[in-house]
């Protein structure tokens, strides 16, 4: 059996005072063109971060494999998103890499998925792991969000995140290539680590 190894999320803190963001706000920056449309910025935890940019193509295949791989297991009991909003809460709209989300497209008309349609978040890390397993990690706990994956392709492995309160996740596991996943939400269906990650 694959060793599982038990670890903690670094937190980052900042010594200065910051003011802090609320989504309205982030959408009137945009309607008043402070920021354009097609910048690659999204808010999370009322603070406006910049996404790397442009992608490596490792990232891009893990995205596409989880994807593809997802979609054939879930079929039509969810909708994976990839790299679109979700209202946390009044501070945080971030894109994540991949959400598994309440199914119907057409649900989403008047708003983003909210934390009680959000089955599964997935963050691929290349270059993002500390704000992954950091400042998103802390935000996602924050809204409550059950089940929170960080796929780390430089390493190799996936940081699972669950049991969320306002001060962290209670449950952090690394897991190796070897081991096997199931989302919260869907027990029933194995995953195994090596598939989701990209061939080196």
């Known amino acids: 059996m694959p060793e599982i190894i038990l670890d903690s999320l670094e937190t980052t803190e900042t010594a200065l005072p910051l003011r802090l963001w609320t989504v309205a706000e982030y959408h009137r920056m945009v309607a008043l063109g402070l920021l354009e449309p097609t910048e690659k910025v ?15 193509t490792a990232h891009s295949t893990a995205i596409r494999i989880m994807q593809s791989l997802l979609l054939k297991l879930i079929a039509d009991r969810a909708f994976v998103q990839i790299q679109l909003p979700v209202h946390l809460n009044n501070s945080s709209e971030p894109e994540p890499d991949l959400a598994l989300v309440m199914a119907g497209e057409l649900r989403y008309l008047d708003h ?71 989302p919260l939400q869907f027990p029933e269906i194995s995953i195994n680590i090596a598939d989701l990650l990209p061939p080196t």
Not at 42 to 56: D, F, N, V
Not at 116 to 130: C, G, K, N, P, Q
Not at 135 to 163: F, H, M, P, T
Request: proline share 6%; aromatic share 6%.
């Open 42 to 56: 999204e808010l999370i935890a009322g603070q406006i971060i910049r996404k790397m940019s442009p992608q490596k």
């Open 112 to 182: 983003h998925p909210r934390p009680e349609e959000i089955y599964l978040i997935v963050e691929v890390a290349d270059t993002t792991l500390r704000i992954d397993t950091g400042l998103k990690a802390q935000s996602y706990a924050e809204a409550g969000i059950a089940d929170y994956w960080v796929l780390d392709l430089k390493n190799r492995q996936l940081r699972v995140c669950r049991k969320p309160l306002a001060t962290g996740y209670q449950t952090i596991l690394t897991l190796p290539i070897a081991a096997q996943i199931s």
